[in-house]
């Protein structure tokens, strides 16, 4: 590895020590996007006990499949619709994220993401939630 890469490495790792939603989107490595992921599952089985037999499935499948790109979808929709999702990151004597960075997505960009998803303006959920991983990332 060339120096070059060395100091791209260390700046790339420091910004994910600081950010706890860049080291989610982008470190490849599912472990704690998967523990976010349970927290936030969690939550939803415990908070609405009538529950339809469809969520619960499609919880269980974004819980045991490896696949990011549901995992990214199930925290967007989160921190769109629960606000005990956006508590997790904020709420501690020192943040998980940067504060302003992270106030500025959930309540200024994420919102008409996710209305165009719903909307019908995304051709998938992978290009929903590339756009706003990227979104996200270049704040």
Request: hydrophobic share 45%; net charge neutral.
């Given at each position: 590895m060339t120096t070059q890469y060395k100091q791209q490495y260390t700046?790339?790792?420091n910004r994910q020590k600081k950010d706890l939603?860049?080291?989610i989107l982008?470190?490849?490595?599912?472990?704690?996007?998967?523990?976010?992921?349970n927290e936030i599952i969690n939550t939803v089985l415990t908070n609405y006990t009538d529950q339809s037999v469809r969520?619960?499935?499609?919880?269980?499948?974004?819980k045991e499949n490896k696949d990011r790109v549901a995992k990214?979808?199930?925290l967007f929709?989160?921190?769109y619709q629960e606000p005990k999702t956006k508590s997790f990151f904020l709420?501690?004597?020192v943040p998980r994220v940067p504060p302003e960075k992270f106030t500025a997505f959930v309540e200024n960009e994420l919102p008409p993401l996710v209305e165009k998803l719903m909307n019908g303006a995304y051709t998938s959920l992978r290009a929903f939630v590339e756009d706003t991983r990227w979104t996200y990332?270049?704040?």
């Open positions: 700046v790339e790792l939603m860049y080291h982008v470190n490849t490595d599912a472990t704690t996007l998967d523990d976010v992921c969520l619960k499935t499609m919880l269980k499948k974004t990214h979808a199930l929709f989160a921190l709420n501690s004597k990332v270049t704040l």
